[in-house]
């Protein structure tokens, strides 16, 4: 089956900086890339996604970008805001089952 | 919001009980999945339903069970509870790729 690795587990940045987080997958027929932003006590959001046959994606301050020959898949947030502190998700699978990386605890201080 | 909601909202069994949760999906969504989500931890695929048959089980024992009906809301079935079975329990409707999360049903095993 699926494993998706998830590094780093914690990330603390100061507003304005850049945070990366980086998910590495192993079955190369999974095809979706979802990323999820989940606040305590609440469910997890789709923030972006991607699928196999694009390399990268962006949506205003998030992009995600994919490496299907190495299988890893990377978030980037730039400018972060204090309200971007919460944990984030990577998943990857097909027909929508997804194996959900162990997430990133983000904090951005300001 | 997703338009998947979950009900109940929390819930408190002791071991050895039986526990129905609900997902009703999102309007047009004919595949629903279940995870469970262990605190500190990502969401782990239990199964998924689509058009009222089981499509996909992850590593669950068969004490989890589950249904779909025609209108695509589903039922989380989990028997002989467990200390263990102690999670946030969400469901996520699908389309087109996507795959939107209800808010969760938080079960405590005591």
């Known amino acids: 089956g699926e494993n998706v690795e998830q590094h780093p587990s914690t990330l603390s940045v100061q507003e304005g900086d850049s945070a990366v987080i980086k998910c590495t997958y192993s079955?190369?027929?999974?095809?979706?890339f979802p990323w999820y932003k989940q606040e305590l006590g609440k469910r997890p959001q789709l923030i972006i996604d991607?699928?196999?046959?694009?390399g990268e994606k962006k949506d205003q301050r998030i992009a995600v970008t994919l490496n299907k020959t190495a299988k890893h898949f990377s978030l980037h947030i730039t400018e972060t805001q204090p309200e971007d502190s919460a944990v984030y998700f990577c998943?990857?699978?097909?027909?929508?089952?997804?194996?959900f990386g162990k997430g990133t605890l983000l904090t951005v201080n300001p | 919001e997703t338009g998947v909601t979950q009900s109940p909202t929390h819930l408190i069994k002791t071991r050895g009980q039986q526990v129905t949760l609900r997902c009703s999906s999102q309007?047009?969504?004919?595949?629903v999945s279940w995870y469970q989500q262990a605190l500190g931890q990502g969401p782990q695929f239990i199964f998924q339903?689509?058009?009222?048959?089981?499509?996909g089980r992850g590593n669950f024992p068969p004490r989890f069970s589950g249904l779909q009906f025609p209108n695509y809301s589903s039922e989380l079935n989990v028997n002989a509870l467990e200390l263990d079975d102690s999670a946030l329990y969400l469901c996520?409707?699908?389309?087109?790729?996507?795959?939107?999360f209800g808010q969760g049903t938080r079960l405590t095993v005591v």
């Open positions: 339903y689509y058009r009222e048959e089981e499509n």
């Open positions: 998943a990857a699978g097909s027909n929508y089952k997804l194996t």
């Open positions: 991607i699928r196999s046959n694009v």
């Open positions: 996520a409707s699908s389309s087109r790729g996507e795959a939107f």
């Open positions: 079955d190369s027929a999974s095809n979706y």
């Open positions: 309007s047009g969504h004919n595949t």
